[in-house]
């Protein structure tokens, strides 16, 4: 069973950094067919997609993120990344990682989730 684990959330600045890592316990079986992603849920708001790595590749970013986050990935590491940068006051939420097999025909792995007060 994959362990998903998250840390490096905490208290922040606004126009501050923060990069919370996101480990895998090993590589999953598949890993070429998933899709990586940043997920946040704000206080009092459903979970929003705010970053992705799709399966070509190619990144994604919402709107509101977008120039100031940056979703990488670390394949040897088995590591997912979210450097976060300029925080604003709205990227107060607890953030999440999470490996998505689109379709569902393979299982998803959710991280605990991490989080992140972004406030002077």
């Known amino acids: 069973q994959v362990q998903v684990v998250q840390s490096g959330g905490g208290l922040v600045q606004p126009g501050g950094s923060l990069a919370p890592p996101c480990e895998f316990s090993e590589q999953i079986t598949g890993s070429h067919l998933y899709e990586w992603a940043w997920i946040r849920q704000a206080p009092g708001q459903i979970r929003t997609t705010v970053a992705l790595i799709r399966r070509s590749g190619t990144p994604w970013y919402h709107d509101s993120v977008w120039g100031r986050f940056t979703i990488s990935r670390d394949n040897a590491k088995n590591a997912l990344y979210l450097q976060m940068d300029n925080l604003k006051p709205d990227g107060t939420a607890v953030y999440y990682c999470?490996?998505?097999?689109?379709?569902?025909?393979?299982?998803?792995?959710w991280g605990e989730g991490t989080s992140v007060t972004v406030s002077s």
């Open positions: 999470k490996a998505e097999s689109p379709g569902g025909v393979l299982p998803d792995y």
